[in-house]
């Protein structure tokens, strides 16, 4: 099992609307999680971190379930720039902390 | 800042043919890492270093690659001999912190024909 998981999408959503993404991961000891953000032909960039009791920034919120084992982003009204590819982070520990990507899903906002 | 600078942006060669990639991370970052990116496989972590000592190398695939960071301002990742499954885009990234705040350079797009 991948020690992230992510659905590739691509999730095509119209302007203004709501989406949200999960991602799963199978480290049940892992503490930190991050979402990044790509835009085609780009490098990762961090988009927010996600805090255990979730955490909001203007118009994306993230939430962490530990029982389930899940993090989560939504984006509300999107917009056309929010077009780009989600990368969800977690924290793995093997003797050395390192951050571990999930291969990220894509999102699409049109017109 | 300039932010973590790579070279060369592409780089087309021929399988056998060695290549090397180069990163310059942002100044007074501990930690550089070395990450490949490919549709299939996503981001994976090759090497790290804190204080230009390699910690972890257990992502980089096999004896065809090695790393060096020679001072605190330069890294090196090598590939001898390349080979068409080597292409991806290979991605160097700083921090402060091995568990925050990644800065990615632009990464090199590698391909080995």
Request: charged content about 20%; hydrophobic content about 35%.
């Amino acid at each position: 099992r991948k020690e992230v998981e992510q659905d590739p999408g691509p999730f095509n959503v119209p302007e203004g609307a709501t989406v949200a993404f999960n991602c799963t991961y199978s480290n049940s000891a892992s503490q930190s999680f991050f979402w990044y953000r790509q835009d085609c032909r780009k490098e990762p960039k961090l988009l927010m971190s996600v805090y255990s009791s979730g955490n909001e920034d203007g118009r994306f919120t993230a939430q962490l379930n530990r029982a389930s084992q899940y993090i989560s982003l939504l984006i509300r009204d999107s917009k056309l720039s929010d077009s780009a590819t989600y990368l969800c982070v977690v924290i793995v520990n093997t003797g050395f902390q390192k951050l571990v990507f999930g291969t990220g899903t894509r999102l699409l906002v049109s017109p | 800042d300039a932010g973590v600078i790579q070279s060369p942006r592409h780089e087309v060669t021929e399988m056998g043919q060695e290549v090397t990639l180069r990163c310059k991370p942002i100044s007074g970052h501990d930690y550089l890492f070395w990450y490949r990116q490919t549709m299939m496989r996503g981001l994976e972590l090759l090497i790290y270093f804190n204080n230009n000592v390699p910690i972890d190398d257990s992502g980089m695939p096999e004896d065809r690659f090695s790393a060096k960071m020679p001072n605190a301002s330069f890294s090196t990742l090598k590939i001898q001999p390349s080979e068409p499954r080597d292409s991806a885009v290979y991605f160097c990234a700083s921090s402060l912190r091995a568990n925050y705040g990644y800065t990615f350079g632009s990464g090199t797009r590698l391909t080995v024909v």
